[in-house]
């Protein structure tokens, strides 16, 4: 209930420095006009005090029997006039409270994370492995997103839709978690595939803004769809297709030779070409990462890239308090009426 609604306009607090410092004036130059007032109120009281005829009687001496509050007690409707108007003053300056909400809103993007668990994802040139600083990343990618729903497609010799588009994100990291070397058992690298199934999954989707993310450590090497169709169809159905090259070029130490003892070197390549054709066609970008540190920096790039945008709807709420001092201003100017036109005026007067 509004305070000026109910008795809570009697409270003294309304006139505490803490409450008065807090208001918003609409308009604070009328402020001014509070010392004005106290001013003029001063110099009259003064002026009336210095012309007030006073009679010396010398025949008569001793103290002035006159009680000394009976002196100022004559001021006291000049003073209550003086407080109505200041309050009108205040009034007038519109005292308001102003709460502001903020809210946010995003449309929301639909993300499909595309990723190889083929059998050369187990090479340790990233730390631990290649599959498991995807899957760290991936884990650090889902964590910062905000209202999109987000698919994981896995993928080795074939193709499979391991989660579904949801915003149930504690769900798709169960799933994330769950990957393991040998979940599919078809060996090989079936990037078309892989495309074609997140390219299915996505081309229902009611959004407008529709993204593939490709972690991928080799070049095609199994399935029926080329990668290039997979990315034109990407294109026709407006979805944006990132790829990310795992893993450098080159022998990698990869587990040891059971005749020799040795370390077994695992030569390893990256068709970079393919994979920057890939992004091309479906207008996103390539990246390429060699080490924990780039993977984890490219990552925060598709953040970026793949943020959708965020609209703010502000709602002011202001309130006036001016009819509780308006109030206050009336109480006083009935309290000075009744002085003036009292017993009590005459009294003081003689």
Do not use: E
């Given at each position: 209930m509004p305070p000026e609604a109910s008795l809570d306009w009697l409270r003294p607090e309304w006139f505490g420095p803490t409450t008065l410092a807090a208001f918003e004036w609409a308009h604070r130059s009328v402020l001014y006009g509070i010392p004005a007032v106290a001013l003029l109120f001063g110099l009259r009281t003064l002026f009336a005090w210095r012309s007030r005829p006073h009679l010396d009687l010398a025949l008569l001496p001793g103290p002035d029997t006159r009680p000394t509050a009976s002196r100022w007690l004559r001021f006291v409707p000049d003073a209550v006039l003086a407080?109505?108007?200041g309050l009108v003053l205040v009034a007038l300056a519109r005292p308001q409270l102003t709460s502001q909400l903020v809210e946010q809103t995003s449309t929301?993007?639909?993300?499909?994370?595309?990723?190889?668990?083929?059998?050369?994802?187990?090479?340790p040139d990233l730390t631990p492995t290649r599959l498991e600083a995807a899957k760290r990343t991936a884990r650090e990618f889902v964590r910062g997103r905000f209202h999109d729903r987000i698919g994981l497609v896995v993928f080795a010799g074939e193709a499979y839709s391991l989660c579904p588009l949801t915003t149930d994100y504690a769900l798709l990291l169960r799933q994330l978690d769950g990957i393991r070397p040998g979940l599919?058992?078809?060996?090989g690298t079936a990037i078309g595939s892989a495309l074609g199934v997140a390219v299915n999954r996505l081309r229902l989707a009611p959004t407008r803004s529709r993204v593939c993310i490709l972690l991928s450590d080799g070049e095609n090497t199994a399935g029926q769809l080329a990668p290039e169709t997979a990315a034109q169809l990407a294109r026709s159905f407006g979805i944006r297709l990132y790829t990310v090259g795992l893993g450098?070029?080159?022998?990698?130490?990869f587990g040891v030779d059971s005749l020799t003892g040795t370390p077994r070197i695992v030569e390893t390549r990256l068709d970079e070409t393919a994979m920057r054709q890939l992004a091309r066609i479906g207008n996103g970008r390539f990246f390429r990462a060699t080490d924990q540190?780039?993977?984890?920096a490219i990552f925060r790039q598709l953040d970026q890239l793949t943020k959708s945008p965020l609209?703010?709807?502000?709602?002011?709420?202001t309130r006036d308090f001016y009819p509780i001092y308006l109030r206050w201003a009336i109480v006083c100017l009935l309290g000075w009426f009744l002085l003036k036109s009292s017993f009590m005026t005459s009294a003081l007067e003689d």
């Open positions: 407080t109505a108007l929301g993007l639909d993300i499909l994370l595309v990723l190889d668990t083929s059998a050369s994802m187990q090479l599919i058992a078809a060996d450098a070029d080159g022998p990698v130490a540190a780039s993977l984890s609209r703010q709807t502000r709602f002011r709420d």
